[in-house]
């Protein structure tokens, strides 16, 4: 009866959360379809309808989603590159003295130079493929991950190593099976923060050097003055965007959420 | 040959605010089998005294021997229970935790959980090993911390005021529970404190510190009573108030 009730109680929550987005979401597109038809009037600020017709449409015909998965596929292949670069950088950088001295100033020196700024230099080095854009998405994740994953190590506590050390472990039992795990949480939540960081990169760099995706898309729709098709990729940047941090925040939750309360 | 043995042991702390003498002239010998509690006021140096017999710390000045032998660091013979409970491992279940020092020994997984499972039953937490520490209360997860060391079988057990957060019917309950433990593993144990009544209820010897800077052993106080210790009975009483009567002197500075 307890773990029904439990089970109960999750799954109303879950409602109750699912409910207040889509309420959220209605409320947003209300507010959209007066300000568009009462206030603005303007043909540049297209209502909602017009822009779903107009999405649906490229939908049928296969244009919307060949754009998203353009973009999605560069973004996930940066991005998985950039954590599998950053994490083992970030876990050294937290653990040992030497590398943090060495590493640091690298760090501490490109995390200030945005990877907007680095399209020109990607463009020039790898042209406009596929390259140049996980590049840039890589680049953009990589130090968001390695700072946040040196600060979880820092932040492992001093008495879980002790308790270790004195139950026998050595150096590497420390790292593998106290170091690594407590650090899990910090890990996500910066592969979390790049993640939203990859999206802004995505749609700059196919603004400025791209065939396709999102960010072609708007780039297009301006030069041929489409204003639906320019809300239509807005739209789906921030659609896209919510459902990717929400699958990430779900999986944090998965994996972590027993870790520490406050994930 | 005593256990344990402490001969002029000192620390000199140098730090931002320069040197502190937080122990000096330590002397100790603790016999295989007993319960002896360090006793004193916040700040005499009870913590850096366990922490250097733990290996956690070098001391500065004389030696600390484990049968024998100088202690060079913290090692699978010595398991401490630490005051706060942070120390658990927040991404293991409460029955991981307490098979966590036979895991980095290699134990198969099937003996491990054996095990584990006796030493949860054994602190009385029968049913809850599924659980992680988030879910546990704090006396639930200072049990988990006793049966993790004893899990380990260690020669002995560092204990720094394993009950000081916890209320006090819980800490009774705990100490009895502890004391039952004890008389059943006969395991040595240093247990620190600065609760009399604690002391008296579950130590074979205590020891009373001096005040720092310089804090060291000021007396000690064997308590011949029997197990389980009877709180209300005149001899509980009577070293109650011998032992009350030392460290009031060290509370009123009466040196
Ligand atoms: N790492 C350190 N650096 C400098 N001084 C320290 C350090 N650790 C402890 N001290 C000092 O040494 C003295 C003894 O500290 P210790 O922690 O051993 O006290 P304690 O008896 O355990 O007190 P409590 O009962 O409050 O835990 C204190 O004055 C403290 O300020
Ligand atoms: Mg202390």
């Not at chain 1, 959360?17 to 947003?28: M, V």
């Not at chain 1, 420390?174 to 910066?190: D, E, K, N, R, S």
């Not at chain 1, 995706?213 to 789906?236: P, S």
């Not at chain 2, 039953?121 to 704090?138: D, M």
Request: contains cysteine; charged residues 20%; glycine residues 10%.
């Amino acid at each position: 009866m307890a773990l029904f009730m439990m089970r109960f109680t999750v799954r109303t929550e879950r409602l109750t959360t699912i409910g207040g987005y889509i309420a959220g979401f209605a409320l947003l597109f209300l507010i959209w379809h007066l300000a568009a038809t009462y206030l603005v009037k303007s043909t540049l600020f297209p209502p909602p309808l017009p822009v779903l017709e107009r999405g649906w449409m490229l939908i049928e015909d296969g244009i919307l989603q060949e754009q998203i998965i353009a973009s999605l596929k560069r973004i996930a292949q940066g991005f998985l590159l950039g954590s599998a670069i950053g994490i083992p950088i970030g876990l050294a950088i937290g653990s040992f003295k030497p590398v943090r001295w060495l590493l640091e100033p690298w760090t501490e020196f490109f995390r200030f130079i945005p990877a907007v700024a680095m399209i020109t230099v990607s463009v020039i080095w790898f042209g406009i493929g596929e390259e140049s854009k996980v590049f840039l998405i890589a680049y953009t994740t990589i130090f968001v991950v390695i700072i946040s994953t040196a600060a979880g190590v820092g932040a492992v506590g001093r008495d879980k190593i002790r308790a270790a050390q004195c139950l026998g472990a050595n150096r590497w039992q420390v790292f593998g099976l106290v170091a690594l795990p407590a650090t899990v949480p910090y890990i996500l939540t910066g592969m979390r923060l790049a993640m939203s960081n990859a999206f802004v990169t995505i749609v700059a760099a196919e603004l400025i050097a791209s065939n396709d995706g999102l960010g072609k898309m708007l780039w297009d729709a301006r030069l041929f003055m489409q204003i639906e098709d320019i809300f239509v990729a807005l739209v789906a940047l921030g659609m896209l965007g919510f459902a990717t941090d929400r699958s990430f925040r779900f999986l944090i939750r998965a994996f972590a959420g027993r870790f520490n309360a406050t994930v | 040959m005593a256990l344990v043995s402490l001969q002029g042991v000192g620390k000199v702390f140098s730090g931002r605010t320069g040197a502190w003498e937080a122990v000096r002239d330590f002397s100790l010998d603790l016999a295989e089998g007993e319960f002896f509690c360090l006793l004193g006021t916040s700040g005499c140096g009870k913590t850096t005294v366990l922490n250097m017999v733990a290996g956690f710390d070098a001391p500065t000045a004389g030696s600390i021997l484990l049968d024998g032998a100088p202690v060079a660091g913290p090692g699978a013979d010595r398991g401490v229970v630490f005051q706060g409970h942070d120390s658990l491992y927040d991404w293991l279940t409460a029955l991981d935790n307490i098979g966590f020092g036979l895991r980095l020994r290699g134990l198969g997984k099937a003996e491990r959980r054996a095990k584990a499972e006796h030493f949860l039953r054994k602190v009385g937490l029968t049913g809850q090993g599924a659980k992680h520490p988030s879910e546990l209360s704090g006396g639930m997860k200072q049990r988990i911390q006793i049966a993790r060391a004893l899990a380990n079988d260690p020669r002995m057990l560092l204990m720094d005021e394993p009950f000081g957060a916890l209320d006090a019917m819980t800490r009774a309950v705990l100490q009895g529970e502890l004391s039952r433990i004890w008389a059943e593993t006969k395991k040595t144990v240093l247990f620190i404190t600065h609760d009399i009544e604690e002391a008296c209820a579950l130590a074979t010897r205590i020891g009373v510190m001096r005040r720092g800077p310089g804090g060291t052993l000021k007396a000690i106080v064997p308590v011949d009573l029997p197990f389980p210790r009877e709180r209300t009975s005149d001899a509980f009483m009577r070293v109650f108030r011998d032992v009350h009567g030392l460290i009031h002197d060290e509370i009123h500075g009466a040196h």
